[in-house]
């Protein structure tokens, strides 16, 4: 996109030529018009649950006494909705805050790789048993491998992959989570065999609320911020995310950080 101002030089009162100033302003516009596009979609996603909270609750203003049972089921949908905002708040203060910058690189350190792994399939081994999946974790043969990163970060980035697993796995299906240790970097390794994304999707799920299926991402509780947020936080700590993923075969995400000495943990 060009932006072209064109004006005419004049002498005496008479037109003695042009002056054209042509400027590029393609990256300002980008940038605007995400920007714009980011409002646009907040105030959405914002705006759905608020309505269906809004029309229930109208409705159960005029329920009577014996309907306890559609009372109760109203006010699971409402919980549900709201649980959904909150979740969606909080994802927008977490981009925020990185968007700014925050305090965090400073909490960088060397974290062992077996700990990462092990707490995540731990803290998600029930959800994964219930939904019957086999959920498990293959720890690096060396022992006392390390990579450097901000715990929390790191966390919370195997916490969405590994959620993300569950929600997009069907029953039967299989979760393994793993690492590759090379000499100065480590790939924390999370593999599903759930429905995969279609190529055409794929170079664009870590943008902010793309999802490639809209209603079956919101019935699943989605925001559309998880990789987004993943991805800023991997950057965050000099590393690198990326996608693989096959319709109806299964995704595997792999996040690459530096490795650290071991002795310094
Ligand atoms: P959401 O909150 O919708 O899950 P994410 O940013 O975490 O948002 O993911 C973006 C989209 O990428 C999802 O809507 C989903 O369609 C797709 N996706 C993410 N992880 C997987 C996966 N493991 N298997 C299949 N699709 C996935």
């Not at 004006?7 to 920007?35: F, H, I, P, W």
């Amino acid at each position: 996109i060009f932006h072209v101002i064109l004006t005419s030089v004049q002498r005496r009162g008479q037109v003695d030529g042009y002056v054209a100033v042509v400027r590029d302003v393609t990256e300002q516009e980008k940038l605007e018009q995400a920007r714009r596009d980011f409002v646009s979609n907040v105030s959405h996603e914002l705006r759905t649950p608020l309505t269906t909270v809004k029309s229930y609750l109208e409705v159960m203003r005029d329920l009577g006494e014996d309907e306890a049972e559609t009372k109760r089921e109203f006010l699971e949908v409402i919980a549900r909705e709201t649980d959904r905002m909150v979740r969606l708040t909080r994802d927008l203060l977490l981009l925020s805050g990185l968007d700014r910058g925050g305090r965090r690189s400073e909490e960088m350190r060397p974290i062992p790789v077996a700990g990462l792994l092990e707490g995540v399939v731990e803290r998600f081994q029930l959800q994964a048993a219930k939904q019957e999946l086999s959920l498990r974790v293959h720890l690096p043969q060396e022992r006392g491998v390390c990579v450097y990163g901000d715990e929390d970060m790191v966390n919370r980035v195997l916490d969405n992959l590994v959620s993300n697993a569950l929600k997009y796995t069907p029953p039967g299906g299989r979760i393994d989570v793993r690492a590759e240790v090379h000499a100065h970097q480590v790939t924390l390794v999370v593999a599903d065999t759930g429905i995969g994304i279609p190529a055409e999707d794929l170079p664009h799920v870590f943008e902010r609320f793309y999802r490639v299926e809209k209603g079956r991402s919101r019935r699943g509780g989605g925001t559309g911020l998880g990789l987004a947020l993943a991805r800023e936080m991997v950057e965050r700590m000099g590393g690198e995310i990326r996608m693989e993923s096959e319709l109806q075969r299964g995704t595997t995400v792999y996040v690459t950080l530096r490795r650290a000495e071991e002795d310094a943990a």
